[in-house]
């Protein structure tokens, strides 16, 4: 959950003209409610898109009132604790496997460009770092499983990052945000995401978007319910 480049993207919209920018968000969510009540979704990723941000005055305005939104606050808490949680498993993992010869170190940190790290990018640098014939795996899928999972295991995590739908959606709505399912052809295909227990939930709010997807011809459609 970050807004990472959309200051550049405004800044190269005025530049180059023609192009408009429609600031979005993706969240990681938690199959619960608001109550802690499973809902049965499945493994969800919610994108909240924001149209009536139309350049950098707008941004700004709006960053200002989110810093102060209690729900967003909640959550970057949220993504702070597994800031910590993925550094305790690089520790942990560097040592564990240090007579090996591995380690994670903060140069191999700093060749990553994204801010919201998780173990699968630790996978992915200790991957590129050592190769498949020296960690004896076939991808970082692997290397994930027999190396860091091993360390993650005995790491106490602070709680989880990802966030309650119920609130993303008051959250985005709150700004006269539009919700929608990210990855919908990933979605579609996927039998442990439960669309129609999704689509029941999104019919209590506004401004909330599913899709129709053709397995044949490979087309979306976002459908406004």
């Not at 707008?58 to 810093?67: R, V, W």
């Not at 999972?149 to 945000?177: H, Q």
């Amino acid at each position: 959950m970050n807004l990472d480049g959309v200051r550049e993207a405004f800044a190269a919209s005025a530049q180059l003209g023609g192009i408009e920018i429609i600031p979005a968000i993706e969240f990681y969510c938690e199959d619960k409610d608001s109550q802690g009540k499973k809902l049965n979704l499945g493994k969800l990723h919610i994108v909240g898109y924001f149209p009536g941000i139309t350049n950098l005055k707008d941004f700004e305005a709006f960053l200002k009132a989110l810093s102060k939104d209690p729900i967003y606050q909640r959550m970057s808490q949220r993504l702070e604790n597994r800031k910590r949680d993925v550094e305790r498993i690089r520790m942990k993992f560097n040592g564990l496997f240090k007579d090996e010869g591995f380690e994670i170190n903060d140069s191999d940190m700093q060749k990553l460009s994204k801010k919201l790290i998780d173990p699968y990018d630790l996978s992915a640098l200790l991957f590129n770092k050592y190769g498949p014939e020296r960690l004896e795996v076939n991808n970082p899928a692997e290397a994930k499983k027999k190396y860091i999972d091993i360390a993650k295991k005995r790491v106490f995590s602070v709680g989880s990052s990802n966030m309650r739908l119920e609130e993303i959606i008051e959250l985005v709505t709150r700004y006269n945000g539009i919700v929608s399912l990210a990855h919908p052809l990933h979605h579609a295909k996927n039998k442990k995401i439960r669309i129609a227990n999704v689509k029941k939930l999104f019919q209590k709010y506004s401004n909330c978007w599913l899709y129709h997807y053709n397995i044949n011809s490979r087309y979306c459609l976002l459908l406004y319910l």
